[in-house]
């Protein structure tokens, strides 16, 4: 069934990220979503390499563009350069909408995906990403809620929060059915480059009826750069470009030297990443392995996994979890799936190990109630 909500003067925010922000960190903390950060000392960088200023003229720094024209194999001029991978969702949005329109968004969905289209007067049209499917999106449930104002799609691939990867055949039947309806299709890829040895081809490859955003924050460990991207065709990428000089017209020049460092270097840094999540996915294996506890998909890649209570209720255990074991999840509630709660594998192995251990137990106290 359709579900089609219309905000008009609201206060668009995510309560997720005020929690994430706000919410004292447990000892243990596996609410985190990426890859635990890259120190600076790794990154051969220089400080009198470094400048404040540096612009050249034009949009976008040259060297930086050719940097990230590079590593999405894309002409130069799909490229945006955003602060961050919200920042360039919501330009994304601001650059294909207009008040009234509507925006059809997956559902269970990482908040920014529908709340930045607020702020720009759309109507949050949904389509549902289902658990006893493995979270995997049916077109023909896109086909249904379509609407005629419809005029961009939103999805993330892999899916946030559950990991799930959308096979290019979806995809590719996505963008022919944006096509016929006069829309585009975003997809958020932030975690994509995450399949290190069987790499995954951006969606941009299947044609300008798609807008890509991403950054080198949750697979790299480089949150602390901002270095984000949208890919679109020309057109918009220039009608973006616009938009952002009301918000970002002159970017931190030092983050995108550093920025261009860490691209040169990214095969070092994706080692780092792989080796990590290597040693992490195995413990998590073995975790899972063991627990009867949980229902879950278990993703092919990535850094979250969003499982469920097999009995009992979710609020409560992870109430357990984080007062007695010190533990800390993401509640399912900010993904609209209370029910379920999501537990990242990026960060320290030994934080990792330990905090299994004491969502192992928790499990098993839990049980006994």
């Not at 220089?46 to 949009?59: C, F, N």
């Not at 890509?212 to 918009?236: D, F, H, N, Q």
Request: glycine letters at 6%; hydrophobic letters at 40%; proline letters at 7%.
């Amino acid at each position: 069934m359709t579900q089609t909500t219309t905000y008009r003067h609201t206060h668009a925010h995510s309560p997720y990220l005020v929690w994430a922000k706000t919410q004292p960190h447990a000892k243990y903390n596996l609410a985190t979503s990426g890859v635990m950060n890259y120190p600076l000392a790794e990154l051969p960088v220089r400080l009198e390499d470094l400048e404040i200023s540096g612009q050249t003229p034009g949009y976008g720094y040259a060297p930086l563009q050719e940097s990230l024209a590079r590593h999405t194999k894309v002409p130069k001029e799909c490229v945006v350069a955003t602060i961050g991978t919200s920042m360039a969702i919501y330009l994304a949005d601001a650059g294909t909408l207009e008040p009234g329109d509507d925006i059809l968004v997956e559902q269970p969905a990482y908040e920014p995906m529908f709340e930045a289209a607020k702020l720009v007067g759309a109507n949050i049209v949904r389509f549902h990403r289902r658990f006893e499917n493995g979270f995997a999106i049916d077109p023909t449930d896109i086909e249904r809620a379509i609407t005629p104002k419809t005029r961009l799609i939103a999805l993330t691939n892999t899916h946030n929060p559950s990991g799930a990867l959308v096979p290019v055949e979806t995809l590719r039947a996505i963008g022919k059915i944006a096509e016929r309806n006069g829309a585009r299709v975003m997809v958020d890829e932030v975690y994509l480059d995450m399949f290190f040895d069987d790499p995954v081809p951006s969606a941009f490859q299947l044609g300008e009826t798609f807008i890509i955003t991403s950054s080198l924050t949750k697979v790299y460990g480089l949150s602390g750069l901002r270095c984000g991207w949208i890919l679109a065709a020309p057109e918009l990428a220039e009608r973006i470009w616009h938009i952002n000089d009301l918000f970002g017209n002159i970017p931190p020049h030092s983050a995108e030297l550093m920025s261009i460092v860490a691209l040169d270097n990214l095969s070092t840094i994706a080692k780092r990443a792989q080796k990590l999540l290597s040693t992490n996915r195995a413990l998590l294996d073995q975790f899972l392995d063991s627990c009867a506890g949980l229902q879950l998909l278990r993703p092919p890649a990535g850094t979250v996994i969003f499982p469920r209570l097999a009995k009992g209720n979710t609020e409560k255990f992870i109430q357990l979890l984080r007062e007695k074991y010190e533990t800390e999840v993401v509640p399912g509630r900010f993904f609209e799936m209370p029910e379920h709660f999501r537990l990242g594998i990026g960060g320290d192995t030994e934080i990792l190990r330990a905090g299994l251990e004491r969502v192992a137990s928790a499990l098993d106290e839990f049980a006994r109630k």
